[in-house]
C-alpha cells in the first residue's frame, strides 16, 4: 500500500504515520529523516544536500526524488510505503508522479488529515519538546503523558521540556500560511486523480487513527476485485465501459475509479446477475447505489 498523508502542521501526521507503520508493517518515508540520514552516511547526494544546507539554500527536489527513490529500493519498501512530510507543492507533487510511475510503484491513496485552524494553532502552541531525548508532549492534547515521574532514557531524570523556535503562535502562523497557499492545493490535485480521502483528524488520537485505518480498508475491497476483472470482462454490461457525465468522467477515468467499477462488476457477477446500475447512472460502485438500485 503506497500511501501520502497530508495535513497541516499540527494535524497529527507525524504521529498517525508511525502508527500506521506499526499496524500495516510499511516503513513510514520521512524526507527529513532521509536527508539527514544521507547526510551522516556521507553519499554523494548527502554531501550534495549538506552543501546546500551550510550555504542556506533549499536543498533541490531533484536530490529529495534521488533519495526517495534510493529508499524506495530497500526491500522493506516493497510491500509499500507511507510518504510523510513531502510533497510539499505541486512541482514536487508532479516530480514524485513521475518518478512513482518509472518505479511502476503509482500512489494507492493520498489522505489529507483535516483539523479546524484554530486547533491546529492551539495543538502547535502547545507542544513541548525534550531537549535532551527529542520526545514530543503536548499540555493541551495530552496532558496525562507529561508525569513528573518519568524518566528520560537519555539522562535517567526528568525530560527537559522545551517549546522549540518554530513552535511559538507567531511563527506557527506563518507556517500555517506557507501550508495554505503551497500545500493546500495538493488537495485538489489528488482528488482529480480519483486518489483522496479527507478524515477529520480532530478528537482523540485513537479514534482518528480508527478512521484512518478504515479509508485504507476501504481501498482493499476493490482491490481484490482485481484478479476477478478478467474472469468477468465476458459477462461486463456494454455500458461499463461508457464514461460518467460531468465532473465524475476524469474520476471515473483515474485507476481507483477503474477499480471500483471492477469492483462492483465482479460483485454483481459472483451472485451470477449483470451489474447494475443505479437510476441516475451515477453510484453504481458504492453500497448505497446497489441498494438504491434494487428497489
Ligand atoms: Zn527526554
Known amino acids: 500500500m503506497r500511501i501520502v498523508l497530508l495535513g497541516a502542521p499540527g494535524s497529527g501526521k507525524g504521529t498517525q504515520s ?15 529523516d532521509l536527508l539527514r540520514a544521507a547526510v551522516a552516511r556521507g553519499t554523494e547526494l548527502g554531501r550534495k544536500a549538506k552543501e546546500a544546507m551550510d550555504g542556506g539554500r533549499l536543498v533541490a527536489d531533484q536530490l529529495v526524488l534521488g533519495l526517495i527513490r ?58 513541548r519538546t525534550c531537549a535532551d531525548c527529542g520526545r514530543v508532549f503536548n499540555l493541551f492534547t495530552a496532558p496525562g503523558q507529561l508525569s513528573e515521574n518519568e524518566v528520560c532514557p ?51 488520537v485513537d479514534e482518528v487513527t480508527r478512521r484512518l485505518e478504515q479509508a485504507l ?42 477499480r471500483r467499477k471492477a469492483a462492483a462488476t465482479a460483485r454483481a457477477a459472483s451472485k451470477g446477475k449483470p451489474p447494475r446500475r443505479a437510476p441516475d447512472g451515477t453510484r453504481t460502485g458504492t453500497r448505497r447505489g446497489a441498494r438504491r438500485a434494487r428497489r
Not at 508511525?18 to 527529513?32: A, D, F, V
Not at 518554530?166 to 480519483?194: C, H, M, S
Not at 482493499?220 to 484478479?227: L, M
Not at 461486463?236 to 468522467?249: F, L, N
Open 154 to 204: 537519555r539522562t535517567g531524570s526528568a525530560h527537559r521540556l522545551i517549546q522549540r523556535p518554530d513552535d511559538n503562535e507567531a511563527t506557527v502562523t506563518e507556517r500555517l500560511r506557507v501550508y495554505d497557499e503551497q500545500t493546500r492545493p495538493l488537495i485538489e490535485f489528488y482528488r482529480a486523480r480519483g486518489l483522496l480521502r479527507v478524515i477529520n483528524a480532530e478528537g482523540e
Open 70 to 127: 534510493e529508499r524506495l529500493a530497500e526491500p522493506d519498501a516493497r510491500r509499500g510505503f507511507i510518504l510523510d512530510g513531502f510533497p510539499r507543492n505541486l512541482a514536487q507533487a508532479q516530480a514524485l508522479d513521475r518518478l512513482l510511475a518509472t518505479l511502476r510503484q503509482p500512489l494507492d491513496l493520498v489522505v489529507q488529515l483535516e483539523v479546524d485552524y484554530g486547533e491546529l494553532v492551539r495543538r502547535i502552541a502547545g507542544r
Open 217 to 258: 480498508h476501504a481501498i482493499e475491497r476493490p482491490k481484490a476485485a482485481k484478479t476477478a476483472r478478467a474472469s468477468t470482462r465476458k459477462l461486463g454490461s456494454p455500458k461499463r465501459s461508457a464514461p460518467r457525465r460531468g465532473a465524475s468522467r476524469r474520476a471515473a477515468k483515474s485507476a481507483s475509479g477503474m
Open 18 to 32: 508511525q502508527r500506521l507503520m506499526q499496524q500495516e508493517h510499511i516503513p513510514q518515508i520521512s524526507t527529513g
